[in-house]
């Protein structure tokens, strides 16, 4: 090899070690600013933080104990499937009735008749269970007019 050529090998190797370290620099420079701007954004949510804990202890410490919070405090029972004893009381009454009517039908439509009542007292009762649980405890009773 001419010593040119080595020369010239030697200045490409130096200019890429020169631009590796340039590239060093500006990489460890940008990770330093992020984790700069990683440890402020960390100290503003501590502060944000702090300052939600303090408007919520002050939140909780001006509602009146005695009253429940306005979320709910309490469900209805889920509604429970009526028993095979009920639907068959049920269409044996239907039963008696269409026997009694005159109407026609089958033992399968009173049975399905009953369970479909049967069903549509259950969800009216979980309703009305749900509006009464929805209902403040402290609520003011309707005013009834007098007369």
Avoid: C
Avoid at 103 to 126: H, V, Y
Wanted: aromatic share 4%.
């Amino acid at each position: 090899m001419s010593d040119s050529k080595k020369k010239k090998e030697k200045k490409q190797k130096a200019a890429t070690r020169k631009d590796l370290l340039e590239e060093n620099k500006k990489l460890r420079d940008k990770l330093d600013y992020r984790k700069r701007k990683e440890k402020k954004l960390k100290e503003q949510l501590d502060a944000l933080s702090k300052e939600l804990r303090a408007a919520l202890l002050s939140v909780g410490q001006q509602r009146d104990a005695s009253r429940p919070t306005p979320l709910l405090t309490a469900l209805p029972a889920p509604p429970v499937a009526p028993t095979q004893g009920e639907i068959a009381s049920a269409a044996y009454h239907l039963y008696l009735e269409r026997s009694r009517t005159g109407r026609g039908g089958t033992p399968e439509s009173d049975w399905f008749q009953a369970q479909s009542l049967l069903w549509q007292k259950t969800a009216q009762k979980t309703h009305q269970e749900a509006l009464r649980l929805s209902q403040p405890a402290d609520s003011p009773e309707p005013l009834q007019s007098s007369g």
